[in-house]
């Protein structure tokens, strides 16, 4: 897919979210729990539906790997696999071993082999438009988690949070906003370096994974993330021995949100603190917005665009994940010749 303008992709998130607002709920058997299944660019889609449906109360797990847990036969959510392209071996395997198991499967794709499984097996399959990356389809793959969730009645409607996020992104997206000048800085601030991201359990959960992984597949960059509160009972240590290197090389952003627990926001400051001489540069990212949607969109924009940033400043071309193509097609060959040699 290399070629296609990763800005010009990035850019459509809000008009995504928009769609997704407009999106009819399918046709599902009820569920009060789910279990998401995908990976990557897709996979995290069931991150964000995580964290929204906890603040509703409701448990959804997310599952990112071969099979199916052992307590989902037990508990029987919906089990909703999510991959992009349709054609990811993991997730593959995942929803055919949860139909085995009996379950409710509901398919998120915009084709491939999951989208032939789902109309061969009478799964509902929710499609969405193809043509772009996975991670640059966030809008589209969570809009129809959140409408599986909706029509199973696992997560209350999210059609007003939807349309809070599209225009809060579109406005940070937009040429000459803050939102550009603010990715601008970051970048300036980040490159050469390692980017750490620090978010805490809840809402800036996701996001601090999702910037790790934009500034990995866009800017082809290496990129952590850990979560406060558990981040101060070990990682804060493991600043000073090599101090005379992450004082050159590394740079942490933290990313916070308005409803934090109180701890947390003083965690947040006093790690500030505590790291500040030991790495390059730390700084802050704040969510905007009313929603939890919204003010984890805003800080989704801003991460994407500090990603494309990097890319420019390293030269690369931001849409490529040639290792990612080819580590896949290592898989399958040598899956292939395993096969062959069983037979
Ligand atoms: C590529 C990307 C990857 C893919 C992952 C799974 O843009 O973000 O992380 O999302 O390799 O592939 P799909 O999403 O097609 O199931």
């Not at 550009?180 to 959960?205: E, F, K, M, P």
Request: proline share 4%; glycine share 10%; net charge negative.
């Amino acid at each position: 897919m290399s070629g296609i303008d990763m800005w010009e992709m990035t850019a459509t998130l809000g008009e995504q979210l928009r769609a997704a607002a407009r999106r009819e709920p399918p046709e599902v058997p009820a569920a009060s729990t789910a279990l998401v299944c995908g990976m990557g660019g897709s996979g995290i889609s069931g991150d964000f539906a995580s964290v929204l449906a906890e603040v509703h109360g409701r448990r959804v797990a997310v599952h990112k790997g071969y099979g199916l847990p052992r307590w989902a036969r037990e508990e029987r959510p919906q089990v909703v696999a999510v991959s992009y392209s349709g054609n990811t071996e993991e997730t593959l395997e995942a929803a055919r071993e949860a139909a085995t198991a009996g379950l409710d499967v509901v398919a998120v794709t915009s084709g491939g082999e999951l989208a032939e499984l789902a109309a061969e097996s009478g799964w509902p399959c929710l499609q969405v438009p193809g043509g772009l990356q996975p991670r640059a389809a966030l809008g589209h793959l969570l809009g129809a988690v959140l409408a599986a969730g909706e029509a199973a009645g696992w997560l209350p409607s999210q059609r007003q949070a939807l349309s809070e996020a599209a225009d809060l992104v579109d406005s940070l997206h937009a040429q000459g906003s803050t939102g550009r000048a603010l990715a601008t800085d970051l970048a300036d601030a980040l490159d050469g370096r390692i980017v750490v991201v620090y978010g805490s359990v809840g809402l800036t959960a996701p996001v601090a994974q999702r910037w790790k992984t934009q500034i990995n597949e866009n800017a082809k960059w290496p990129a952590w993330w850990s979560l406060l509160p558990e981040l101060d009972h070990n990682e804060i240590v493991g600043w000073s021995s090599l101090a005379h290197l992450t004082r050159r090389v590394v740079g942490i952003v933290t990313l916070t949100d308005h409803a934090d627990h109180p701890q947390v926001a003083l965690r947040h400051r006093l790690t500030q603190r505590l790291t500040s001489g030991e790495v390059a540069w730390v700084g802050e990212v704040t969510s905007l917005g009313e929603s939890e949607l919204a003010r984890m969109m805003s800080l989704v924009a801003v991460g994407d665009l500090v990603s494309l940033e990097l890319a420019g400043r390293a030269g690369v071309d931001a849409a490529a994940v040639e290792v990612i193509e080819r580590l896949k097609q290592l898989m399958r060959h040598e899956t292939a010749r395993k096969d062959q040699g069983e037979t």
